[in-house]
C-alpha cells in the first residue's frame, strides 16, 4: 500500500514530462540513432513546479505531427517556398502593365494645337514603337522613329478654320509658322510625358490597390509602372531616329501620296522651295482680289437677271475672295458651282466650304468627281447653298435648274474608275429627268454637270447646260441646240498652280439671262492672271441669234 502512492506520482511525473519536450526532442527520441532508454533515475525527483500548459507553436498532437519521412529536409530548402516569390513577381509585374495600360488609355493623351491643326497626342503599348499619324478619314502615316515598347499616336482631328483664315489674310505670319509649329510640337511633347506619367501610376497603383487591397503591394506597383515607363523612355531616346520621316509608310488614301505631293525625300530637302511656294500662293490672295475689285461692272437692263459660273475651286483660297468680289460688282442673282471645289473630298477638307453662307448670293452646287458624298452631306447644311442631284430640280432666284453629281469619285484609287460610260450613263438619266419636268409643264432652264460627256447627253432637253472638269472654258451649241458651256478653273488648279512655272490663269463667267423668257443674252468672260501676275481680263460676248442682224432667238428647246 505505500508504493501505490509513490507509483501514481511517477506516472504523473512521466505525463508531464513527456508534454513538455518540444516536437523536435521527441522527433529527436524517435530516431533509431538518438533513442535511448529512459534511465530509472529520470523519475527519481519529481519536478515541484507546477503543471504549464504547452505552447500552441511547441506543442503538436500526435495525429498531426508529420512522420519523419515526409517532414525531414536535408537540404533545409522547400521547393513550395522557391516558387512563391516567383509567382509573386510575376503578378504582380502583370498587374502594373495592364494597370499602366489602363490609365493610358483612359486618360494619357494631350489635345494640342499645332500651327493651324487641332491634333491629340498620344502613348501607346507596341511591341515595334515607331510613330503613327492618323489623317481621317485619308488614312495614316507611319514612321520607323523609334525601338521602344512605346508608339506615339498623332490623331489629326481638324483644321482650324480661324487660323487657316488668319494665314491666308495675313501671309508674312508663315515666315514664322516653322518655329511656331516646332515650338507646338515640344510642349505638346512635354505635356504628354506628365501626362504618361502620372496615368500610368496612377492606373497601375488602382488596379494593383483592386487586387491585392493592400496599399503597400499597391504603391509598389505604381513605383514598378514609372520605372518602367522611364526605362522606355531611355530606350526611346536611345534609338531616336529623326530621318525616318524620308521613308515613311502610308496606307488608305494617303497610299497615293507620293504621287500626289511628291516624293517625301525631296519634300525634306527641299522644304525651302516648297515653303516659298506655299508663300507665294498666299500672299497672291491679296493681289487677285485687288485684280478683281478693279474690274469693269456690266451695266444690262434691270430685266436681266445676273448669273456667276465657276468651276473647279480645288481649295484655292482666293476664289472665295474673287467670287464676293465678283458677286458685288456685277450684282450677281445666283452663283452656279460646276464642282470640284475640293481636292480629296475629306472631311478635314469640309471647313473651306463655310464661306459659301457670305458670298452674299444663292449659292448652287453639283459634286464633282474630287467631291465626296461626306463633301456633298456638309455643304447641304450650309445656309444659302443648294445641292442638286440625280436630276433634282430646284428654284432658285426664278430659274429652274437641274443637275446630277460627278458617278465618280477618282482620289478614292481603292476603286477602279468606270470611266466615260458612267458619265454617259449619269446624262441620261438627268436627261430623262428633264424630260419629266417638261411633260409636267415645268421645263428646266438651266442643266448642271461636271463633266461635260454626262452634260451632253442633255442636248435638246434645255436651253443652256453648265459644265467644268477640262480646266479650260469652252462654249458651244450641240446639234439638238442646247448650248453648253464649259468653265475653266476658278482656283487657277489650286495647289497645283506652284507646280509650274506657269500658273493657271482664273477663270469665272457672268451669264446675262432675260427675266421672262430665261435665255441667254450675253455673257462676260473674267480671266485673272495667274499667281503672282495681277492682271484681269474681261471679254465680252454675245449669242448669234443676238447679235445685229441675227434671226429670232428660237423657241426650242
Known amino acids: 500500500m505505500a508504493r501505490e502512492p509513490l507509483r501514481l506520482l511517477r506516472a504523473t511525473a512521466q505525463r508531464a514530462g513527456t508534454a513538455a519536450v518540444s516536437p523536435l526532442r521527441r522527433f529527436r527520441r524517435s530516431s533509431p540513432h538518438r533513442f535511448r532508454r529512459p534511465s530509472p533515475r529520470h523519475f527519481r525527483r519529481p519536478s515541484l513546479r507546477p503543471f504549464r500548459r504547452p505552447s500552441p507553436h511547441r506543442f503538436r498532437r500526435p495525429s498531426q505531427t508529420p512522420s519523419p519521412a515526409a517532414s525531414f529536409d536535408p537540404t533545409g530548402l522547400d521547393p513550395t517556398a522557391r516558387r512563391r516569390p516567383l509567382v509573386r513577381a510575376t503578378g504582380l509585374a502583370a498587374v502594373t502593365v495592364l494597370g499602366a495600360w489602363i490609365g493610358l488609355l483612359v486618360v494619357g493623351s494631350v489635345h494640342i494645337s499645332v500651327g493651324p491643326m487641332d491634333t491629340r497626342m498620344a502613348l501607346r503599348p507596341s511591341l515595334t514603337g515607331g510613330t503613327k499619324i492618323n489623317v481621317a478619314p485619308l488614312g495614316s502615316l507611319e514612321l520607323n522613329s523609334h525601338h521602344a515598347p512605346l508608339r506615339l499616336d498623332v490623331d489629326v482631328d481638324r483644321l482650324d478654320p480661324i487660323r487657316s483664315q488668319s494665314l491666308v489674310d495675313h501671309p508674312e505670319r508663315l515666315s514664322g509658322l516653322q518655329e511656331e509649329v516646332a515650338t507646338d510640337v515640344t510642349r505638346g511633347t512635354l505635356g504628354l510625358a506628365v501626362r504618361s506619367c502620372v496615368a500610368v501610376v496612377f492606373g497601375a497603383t488602382a488596379l494593383g490597390l483592386a487586387v491585392y487591397r493592400r496599399p503597400r503591394r499597391a504603391l509598389a506597383a505604381g513605383g514598378l509602372a514609372l520605372t518602367l515607363l522611364t526605362a522606355s523612355g531611355g530606350a526611346v531616346y536611345a534609338t531616336w531616329n529623326p530621318n525616318s520621316v524620308l521613308e515613311p509608310r502610308y496606307s488608305g488614301l494617303l ?28 500672299t497672291n490672295v491679296t493681289q487677285l482680289y485687288e485684280a478683281t475689285s478693279t474690274l469693269p461692272a456690266y451695266q444690262p437692263d434691270p430685266t436681266t437677271m445676273r448669273v456667276l459660273h465657276i468651276s473647279d475651286v480645288h481649295l484655292n483660297p482666293a476664289a472665295w475672295h474673287i467670287v464676293q468680289s465678283l458677286v458685288r460688282q456685277y450684282k450677281v442673282s445666283v452663283i452656279l458651282d460646276t464642282g470640284d471645289t475640293m481636292d480629296h473630298g ?23 468627281n474630287h467631291d465626296s458624298a461626306s463633301t456633298q452631306r456638309y455643304l447641304a447644311k450650309r445656309k444659302g447653298a443648294h445641292v442638286v442631284d440625280n436630276g433634282d430640280v430646284i428654284s432658285v432666284a426664278g430659274l ?4 446630277i453629281g460627278d458617278p465618280q469619285f477618282t482620289p478614292d484609287r481603292s476603286a477602279a474608275a468606270a470611266g466615260d460610260a458612267a458619265e454617259h450613263s449619269a446624262g441620261r438619266r438627268l ?10 409643264g415645268a421645263p428646266v432652264d ?29 462654249t458651244e451649241v450641240l446639234p439638238g441646240g442646247t448650248r453648253l458651256m464649259t468653265e475653266g478653273s476658278t482656283g487657277g488648279s489650286g495647289l497645283r498652280a506652284v507646280d509650274d512655272g506657269t500658273p493657271d490663269t482664273v477663270q469665272a ?31 465680252r460676248h454675245l449669242p448669234a441669234e443676238n447679235r445685229p442682224g441675227a434671226t429670232p432667238t428660237p423657241t426650242t428647246p
Request: hydrophobic share 40%; proline share 4%.
Open 400 to 403: 429652274r435648274i437641274a443637275g
Open 509 to 539: 463667267s457672268v451669264l446675262y439671262l432675260d427675266r421672262d423668257t430665261r435665255r441667254l443674252q450675253a455673257w462676260d468672260e473674267i480671266d485673272l492672271g495667274g499667281l503672282g501676275l495681277a492682271k484681269a481680263e474681261v471679254s
Open 431 to 440: 436627261a430623262e429627268a428633264i424630260r419629266d419636268r417638261k411633260a409636267a
Open 255 to 282: 497610299s497615293s501620296a507620293p504621287s500626289v505631293v511628291g516624293n517625301a525625300r525631296s519634300i525634306v530637302t527641299d522644304f525651302d522651295v516648297y515653303q516659298r511656294e506655299l508663300a507665294r500662293l498666299v
Open 346 to 368: 475629306t472631311s478635314a477638307e469640309n471647313g473651306f466650304l463655310d464661306p459659301v453662307s457670305d458670298l452674299g448670293a444663292p449659292y448652287v452646287w453639283v459634286r464633282g
Open 446 to 474: 438651266i442643266a448642271l454637270a461636271h463633266n461635260p460627256i454626262a452634260a451632253r447627253e442633255t442636248d435638246g432637253t434645255v436651253p443652256l447646260a453648265l459644265t467644268g472638269h477640262v480646266h479650260h472654258r469652252r
